[in-house]
C-alpha cells in the first residue's frame, strides 16, 4: 500500500514540475545568405539549460521553468548574439530565431582570396565554415610550436589560404558535373602539393627555431647544475642590497 502511495506521489509531483516548464524552439541561420548554420550554441543564461542547432539549423530546449531569460546563440567565427527577456511560459513553446553576422575582423588579415574562398564555403555550408575555421586556425598557428613573429604569422595565413583553397576545390568537385571534374581535381592536386611543401618548409623552420631555444635552455640548466651555491649567492646578494 505505501509503495502505491509512493508512486502517486511522485507521479503527481512530476505532473506539478512539468506543468511549471515550458519550452523553447527555434533556428540558426547565417544574417547573409539566410542558409541554416548547424553546430551553433544556444544558451539560456543564469541556467544551466542549452542546446546545439542540428543539420537544419534548429534547436529545441523542453523543461525551462517559467519566466523571463536572455538566450545567446553563438559559433566561432560569427558575432554572439543574445535576445534579451524571452518569456518561457508554463505548458507552452516559444520561439526564437538567430540572424548571425560574420566576425570580419577575424578574418582581416587573410588575402582577399582567401576570404572569398571561405565566403564561398560559407554560403554552402554555415557550420561546416565555422568548424574548419576553427580547427584549421589552430592547426596552422604561428604561436603553436614556438612564439609567433611577423615571419611565423605569415607562413601560417599561406597555409591556412591553401587549406581553404583545397576545401573549396574539393566541395565544388563533389558538384561539379563529369566535364569539369578532371580539371578541378587537377587543382587539388597542385594545390596540396603547394601546400605540403610549405608545410614541410614551416615545420623545418619550427624545428631549428625549438633545437635552438633547447639548446639554449640546456646550457642554462647546466649552468645552474655546476654552479649552484654561485646562483644562491648572487641571488641573496642581489636580494640583501
Same mark, same amino acid.
Given at each position: ?102 566576425? =570580419?575582423? @577575424?578574418?582581416?588579415? &587573410? ?5 572569398? *574562398?571561405?565566403? $564561398? /564555403?560559407? #554560403? ?68 596540396? =602539393?603547394? @601546400?605540403?611543401?610549405? &608545410? ?5 623552420? *619550427?624545428?631549428? $627555431? /625549438?633545437? #635552438? ?6 646550457k642554462s640548466l647546466d649552468n645552474i647544475i655546476n654552479n649552484k651555491d654561485k646562483v644562491i649567492k648572487d641571488r641573496i646578494d642581489e636580494l640583501l642590497k
Amino acid at each position: 500500500m505505501k509503495q502505491f502511495w509512493l508512486l502517486i506521489f511522485l507521479f503527481t509531483s512530476s505532473m506539478l514540475i512539468n506543468a511549471q516548464t515550458g519550452k523553447l524552439v527555434g533556428v540558426a541561420e547565417d544574417g547573409e545568405f539566410g542558409n541554416p548554420i548547424s553546430y551553433a550554441n544556444i544558451i539560456i543564461k543564469g541556467t544551466e539549460l542549452g542546446a546545439a542547432t542540428n543539420s537544419s539549423g534548429k534547436y529545441i530546449i523542453v523543461n525551462i521553468p517559467a519566466g523571463k531569460y536572455d538566450v545567446s546563440c553563438s559559433l566561432y567565427g560569427y558575432y554572439k548574439l543574445t535576445v534579451e527577456n524571452v518569456t518561457i511560459n508554463e505548458n507552452d513553446t516559444t520561439e526564437v530565431n538567430f540572424n548571425l553576422l560574420l566576425d =570580419k575582423k @577575424l578574418f582581416e588579415k &587573410l588575402p582577399l582570396q582567401t576570404q572569398n *574562398d571561405m565566403r $564561398e /564555403i560559407r #554560403k554552402d555550408d554555415p557550420g561546416k565554415f565555422a568548424n574548419l575555421y576553427y580547427r584549421k586556425s589552430f592547426e596552422y598557428s604561428s604561436g603553436r610550436y614556438i612564439p609567433p613573429d611577423d615571419e611565423a604569422d605569415k607562413r601560417s595565413i599561406e597555409l591556412f589560404s591553401l587549406d581553404m583553397k583545397a576545401e573549396l576545390l574539393g566541395m565544388q568537385y563533389k558538384k561539379a558535373n563529369d566535364a569539369d571534374k578532371q580539371q578541378i581535381k587537377l587543382q587539388l592536386e597542385a594545390t596540396l =602539393k603547394q @601546400l605540403i611543401s610549405s &608545410l614541410e618548409v614551416s615545420r623545418k623552420s *619550427d624545428v631549428n $627555431e /625549438i633545437e #635552438k631555444r633547447l639548446n639554449d635552455l640546456k646550457k642554462s640548466l647546466d649552468n645552474i647544475i655546476n654552479n649552484k651555491d654561485k646562483v644562491i649567492k648572487d641571488r641573496i646578494d642581489e636580494l640583501l642590497k
